[in-house]
Structures are given as structure tokens and as C-alpha cells.
């Protein structure tokens, strides 16, 4: 069975700090990953995803995330927050292959932005 | 092009009493998708439709949860008597024919309240 871990329910950053959050996956082979955000009142929007092949993935509003597979982690990073940032993400991973017919999600972490 | 579309956004009904969530996938996407999303959570798939066959309802509560996907096009998800612990949000999403990594498109939700 595979299950996700975000590390803290709550983060908060100043305007133009840099963003982290932090997912760790538990599974018996390197899955697939991704990371969805959910602004209030509004479904799931895929940010990025890793399958295979480059371990650095970048995805949409200047989000970006980089599998390591030793430390079965799969953080999300921004280097400069922004207001609109403001919302919860979460991480989820799947089986190889699987993609979004099995995702698996975590608890969710809540970003907020100090002006 | 509109996204996947959900009826009603609210509902508050009291226990023991019916209720159904209607969703409207994407024009075209013929995998269709219910997560129940309880708060502070993640969402957990309940089922996966391939066109009109439920190919995975393997975590849906059957006792009391039904659905459908007639023509393979709309679902409704039923819940019949609900009960306190089913208060939740209802997410449906859509993804495109292809294979497991084709994005999957969620909709606003339907928050249920239970009293």
C-alpha cells in the first residue's frame, strides 16, 4: 500500500519569501507524484507531476518539485510567495503507471501569505 | 471550454433522509471520477467509471452508496439513508481517453452537511 506524508498542516511566509512543503511517500517502488492546489471553493488543479525520467519538475505559477528517491521525499518549492499563493495544497502519489486512475492523497497543507 | 460541473454546491439534509450529487464531466472524457473529501483531509476515490462501467467502486460504502453513469456521459452519486458521517465534500472529476496519465479535471464540489 502506498501512503503519503505532507509535514505540517499549516505553513505561513511573507509576500516574497521562499515557499516549502514538504511531502515524503511510503511505497515499495518509486511511484508516480504529483501536487494539486485547491483554492477555496474550487476543485483540485494540478500544479506538476513526476513519472519518470528528469527528477526536477517544474510546474505552473512558478512551482517546482524535485523527487529524491533515497530520502523518499517530494518537496514543493517557490523561490518568491505571492498573495495569490494563498491556499491548500496537497501531495499524492500513485502507482507507477497508474497515474490519476489511483491516486493516493495526504491531509493537505495550508499556505498562508503575510503582506 | 467549461470544466466538470457539479449540482448543488451545498446541501444540508437531516439524517436518515436521501440525498444525490449530479456532475456533468468534460465535453469528450470518458473517465469519470467521486472522492469524498472529509475535513482536514485529503480526498479518497469512491469510484472510477471507464464510459458507462464502474471499473473500480472498490472503496465505495455499497450499503448505503450508488451510482451511475448512464450513456457515459453525467453520474449522480446517491446516498441512501445518510448518516452523520457523511458530511463531506463531494469531488467529481473527469480525465480524457488515453492512458492513467491523462490529467484528471475536478469540479467546485458538493459540500454535504449532515445534521
Known amino acids: 500500500a502506498q501512503s503519503v506524508t505532507q509535514l505540517g498542516s499549516h505553513v505561513s511566509v511573507s509576500e516574497g519569501a521562499l515557499v516549502l512543503l514538504r511531502c515524503n511517500y511510503s511505497?515499495?517502488?518509486?511511484?508516480?507524484l504529483f501536487w494539486y492546489v485547491q483554492y477555496p471553493n474550487q476543485g483540485l488543479q494540478l500544479l506538476l507531476k513526476?513519472?519518470?525520467?528528469?527528477?526536477l519538475v517544474k510546474g505552473i505559477n512558478g512551482f517546482e518539485a524535485e523527487f529524491k528517491k533515497s530520502e523518499t521525499s517530494f518537496h514543493l518549492t517557490k523561490p518568491s510567495a505571492h498573495m495569490s499563493d494563498a491556499a491548500e495544497y496537497f501531495c499524492?502519489?500513485?502507482?507507477?503507471?497508474?497515474?490519476?486512475?489511483?491516486?493516493?492523497f495526504g491531509k493537505g497543507t495550508k499556505l498562508s501569505v503575510i503582506p | 471550454e467549461a470544466g466538470v460541473v457539479q449540482s448543488p454546491r451545498y446541501k444540508i439534509i437531516e439524517k436518515k433522509q436521501p440525498v444525490a450529487f449530479w456532475c456533468n464531466p468534460i465535453?469528450?472524457?470518458?473517465?469519470l471520477y467521486w472522492y469524498r473529501q472529509n475535513l482536514g483531509q485529503g480526498p479518497e476515490l469512491l469510484i472510477r467509471?471507464?464510459?458507462?462501467?464502474?471499473?473500480?467502486d472498490s472503496q465505495l460504502p455499497k450499503d448505503r452508496f450508488s451510482a451511475e453513469r448512464l450513456k457515459g456521459v453525467d453520474s449522480t452519486l446517491k446516498i441512501q439513508p445518510a448518516e452523520l458521517g457523511d458530511s463531506a465534500v463531494y469531488l467529481c472529476?473527469?480525465?480524457?481517453?488515453?492512458?492513467?496519465?491523462?490529467?484528471?479535471?475536478f469540479g467546485q464540489g458538493t459540500r454535504l452537511t449532515v445534521v
Open positions: 513526476y513519472t519518470t525520467g528528469a527528477t
Open positions: 467509471y471507464e464510459n458507462e462501467e464502474a471499473v473500480d
Open positions: 499524492a502519489v500513485s502507482p507507477p503507471g497508474a497515474g490519476s486512475y489511483q491516486l493516493t
Open positions: 511505497s515499495s517502488v518509486p511511484p508516480y
Open positions: 465535453s469528450g472524457h470518458n473517465t
Open positions: 472529476a473527469s480525465s480524457g481517453a488515453g492512458t492513467a496519465n491523462t490529467e484528471a479535471f
